[in-house]
């Protein structure tokens, strides 16, 4: 609209209706309110295209007086296709852990903050601070920790690619596809729910992490699967972060500005349960074996995983079928060779989660044998020992302490020799 001045005698109240509710006949009211007809329709195409609010933003001390009053005058007003879509509300920022106060010094003004951190820093920080009605904890440590890993984003990218080969993707290029599919949809619906902390951190905090465990876990990173990863992600971290992630794809190579890219889609990112399964399975019994090897001293030189039987599986996916609980005693006595008390059973099912319990009892013919077995030099290279993969009910069973019959699904036995 063209700047124009305007005084109070020619806001009468025809012209307001004529603004706001789209009333009465412009070129009378125009003349009565002493207006160019020309201004007051640019008046009211201004109010048009702003209208409806999508979103009405502020603070919770506000919801009792102004955030009420801003919903009951637009009920009272405007027709229901001009009320405001939707209210956020969030909480008050402390600083270092204590109220703000200028009076006190304690505060950090926002240019000072712009030129400490950068612009990208700054509202990562920001972002990362809290959720909804938490009250966000400014803390220049947190703020020094969001500007390095903005600093470190392209230089990670670039390192990766580089020490990257165009291969056959595997397993471990599917378990990151997949991962990177439940991001993006948790940062979807996180950005959906106004859950800005939980959104800034799958997108830029998770991700990093699930990336830098496939390259942990690769003798070769896949050159396509991290392209088609970094791509997506660029996009990502977008809301967050804009300047580093314009930066970013150019070096990708993107076209165009990456805030008017789509969203990545959840289609070019197939979903492989079985992948994360495994990846879950060799994570459990990592932590496991890290735990073993802190308690025990002296010298070693072998560790041995022993996975569970067919029979112990079988028992422990019956037990965990039995949603009634009133047959437990005739699956125990059916499997009662193994001596396996079922309360322990339902421990480590408590244990996994509903989540991870649910994926192991859907994909029965996934052999966690073999998949420790196929991980067996990459557990020696990370636990610093050797390690030995064998089954419970092998016939070639090593096991000089009788530990093997305790093992069970999702989770092995270990012996240290």
């Known amino acids: 609209m063209n700047q124009e001045k305007l005084s109070a005698e020619n806001l009468t109240p025809e012209a307001c209706d004529y603004i706001f509710l789209g009333k009465g006949n412009p070129a009378n009211v125009a003349k009565a ?29 506000l919801i009792p007086n102004h955030l009420t009053f801003f919903a009951f005058h637009h009920a009272a007003i405007f027709p229901e296709k ?32 712009l030129k400490k951190y950068g612009a990208d820093g700054y509202r990562l920080a920001l972002a990362l601070a809290a959720d909804g009605m ?20 392209i230089p990670f990218v670039k390192k990766s690619l580089k020490a990257s080969a165009r291969r ?24 959906d729910e106004v859950k800005t902390r939980r959104a800034a951190a799958g997108a830029f905090l ?18 396509q699967t991290l392209t088609t ?10 809301p967050f972060t804009p300047f580093v992630a314009e930066e970013l794809n150019r070096e990708l190579g993107g076209k165009g500005l990456v805030c008017q890219a789509d969203w ?15 990846e879950a399975m060799l994570n459990r019994v990592l932590e496991d074996a890290r735990n073993v090897l802190k308690v025990v001293k002296g010298p070693r030189k072998k560790l041995n995983v022993y996975v569970s039987s067919d029979s112990a599986r079988h028992y422990f996916e019956e037990l965990a079928k039995n949603k009634v609980k009133n047959n437990v005693g005739a699956i125990v006595k059916k499997y009662g060779d193994l001596r396996i008390p079922p309360d322990r059973v339902f421990r480590l099912q408590y244990e996994l989660g509903e989540e991870l319990l649910g994926r192991f009892l859907a994909h029965p013919r996934l052999s966690e044998h073999k998949t420790l077995v196929d991980a067996s030099d990459f557990m020696s290279r990370e636990l610093g020992i050797e390690v030995s993969v064998q089954k419970a009910d092998s016939e070639q069973l090593h096991d000089p302490t009788n530990r093997a019959k305790n093992a069970l699904p999702m989770k092995p036995a270990l012996y240290i020799e």
């Not at 056959?168 to 996180?190: P, Y």
């Not at 990545?264 to 495994?278: C, G, Q």
């Open 134 to 153: 938490d009250d966000a904890d400014w803390r220049a440590r947190s703020a020094e920790d969001a500007k390095a890993k903005v600093e470190a984003i």
């Open 33 to 61: 309110a002493k207006l160019r007809e020309k201004v007051l329709r640019e008046l009211r195409s201004e109010f048009t295209y702003w209208y409806p609010v999508n979103l009405r933003h502020s603070a919770k001390e």
């Open 264 to 278: 990545p889609s959840l289609k070019e990112f197939p979903v492989d349960e079985e992948a994360e399964l495994s």
């Open 229 to 238: 990863v970094f791509n997506a992600w660029v996009r990502l971290i977008a």
């Open 206 to 223: 998770d991700l990093w992490n699930d990336v830098r465990w496939y390259i942990h876990r690769c003798d070769r990173p896949r050159s």
């Open 168 to 191: 056959e993707g595997n397993r471990l290029d599917s378990w990151l596809l997949s991962t990177v599919n439940r991001r993006i949809e948790g940062v979807t619906q996180a950005m």
């Open 82 to 113: 001009l009320w405001p879509t939707g209210f956020s509300v969030n909480g008050m920022i402390l600083f270092e852990g204590k109220k703000m106060s200028k009076t006190k010094g304690n505060f950090v003004a926002w240019n000072t903050a």
